[in-house]
């Protein structure tokens, strides 16, 4: 069984993730879905409501699972018997930072390959920073994540900067 793993904080998850959900998981057998949780960032979202957001977004996907780790992403690898790790890239950018982590990857573990995926180009500038800076602003998210949990999305980030604006 070919096991590929695309993972990511998914703070929230975007149309652009979805995209390369999609495509990926025509490629494996299985994909699993890797919401890390990393120590260098704050999410908006904890490790459950994304994962939550996930397995609505990709319920319609049979082969693609919804996971949530911690720690060095080779771990995980080993663990799900995954030997490949997909990676989407929006631009060059992008790819800098992402050759740096498969050539990591690839030192800590020489079994494990990973794969680059160009973004749909009418996702190439969509970040979930943007969504939330969007949504920060009052802007329409709907066309930016996806559909079935726009709501969802929304509703959570409006609280969260209502309470942010009080507690300045």
Excluded: W
């Amino acid at each position: 069984m070919k096991i590929g793993v695309y993972p990511g904080s998914f703070d929230p998850v975007t149309n652009g993730h979805l995209d390369i959900i999609e495509r990926a998981s025509k490629i494996f057998d299985k994909l699993i879905v890797a919401v890390l949780v990393n120590p260098n960032k704050t999410p908006v979202f904890d490790i459950e409501e994304r994962v939550e957001l996930l397995k609505e977004t990709t319920e319609h996907l049979p082969n693609v699972e919804v996971k949530a780790f911690k720690g060095l992403l080779i771990d995980f690898m080993k663990q799900e018997n995954a030997k490949v790790i997909v990676k989407g890239l929006r631009a060059v950018s992008d790819f800098e930072y992402e050759f740096q982590m498969a050539l990591l990857n690839k030192k800590l573990e020489p079994s494990i390959e990973t794969i680059f995926m160009m973004t749909n180009s009418k996702y190439s500038y969509l970040s979930s920073s943007m969504v939330k800076e969007v949504a920060r602003f009052g802007g329409c998210i709907e066309d930016l994540v996806p559909e079935k949990i726009a709501k969802k999305v929304m509703k959570k980030l409006n609280k969260k900067y209502a309470e942010m604006e009080e507690n300045k």
